[in-house]
């Protein structure tokens, strides 16, 4: 079993940054992935970017290629999330996922095994 907490939303203004993190209680095998979803009231989870623990591969949603960044620290455990440029629409509770999926699988939130409680983004215009 992994645990997953995330931190770092909050209220913002439209145009500044905010960096996410999610810590996981272990290390997880090499070969999962680690994902960031988000998901609007009254909208379906969406995928916004993932990362393969072993290797530097990222991947990204068309809507936040160019402003969000993903990362990781092996030896913390820890995956973060740097969004930029920051828009109304990015307004969201954000989760982080852990799960042994493949890559064609990455943006479907069932493939992934393990979710955080999710942490709030508000963005004000």
């Known amino acids: 079993q992994v645990q997953l907490v995330e931190s770092g939303g909050g209220l913002v203004q439209a145009g500044v940054s905010l960096r996410l993190s999610c810590v996981a209680s272990?290390?997880?095998?090499?070969?999962?992935?680690m994902g960031w979803f988000r998901q609007a009231p009254g909208k379906e989870r969406e995928f916004v970017a993932a990362?393969?623990?072993?290797?530097?591969?990222?991947h990204y949603a068309d809507s936040v290629k160019g402003r969000f960044t993903i990362s990781k620290d092996n030896a913390k455990n820890t995956v973060y999330l740097q969004t930029n440029s920051l828009k109304p629409e990015d307004t969201a509770v954000y989760y982080c996922?852990?799960?042994?999926?493949?890559?064609?699988?990455?943006?479907?939130?069932?493939?992934?095994?393990?979710w955080g409680q999710g942490t709030q983004v508000i963005v004000s215009s």
């Open positions: 996922a852990s799960g042994r999926t493949l890559e064609l699988d990455i943006g479907t939130p069932g493939a992934y095994d393990y």
């Open positions: 272990r290390r997880t095998f090499r070969s999962y992935y």
């Open positions: 990362i393969r623990w072993s290797g530097t591969s990222t």
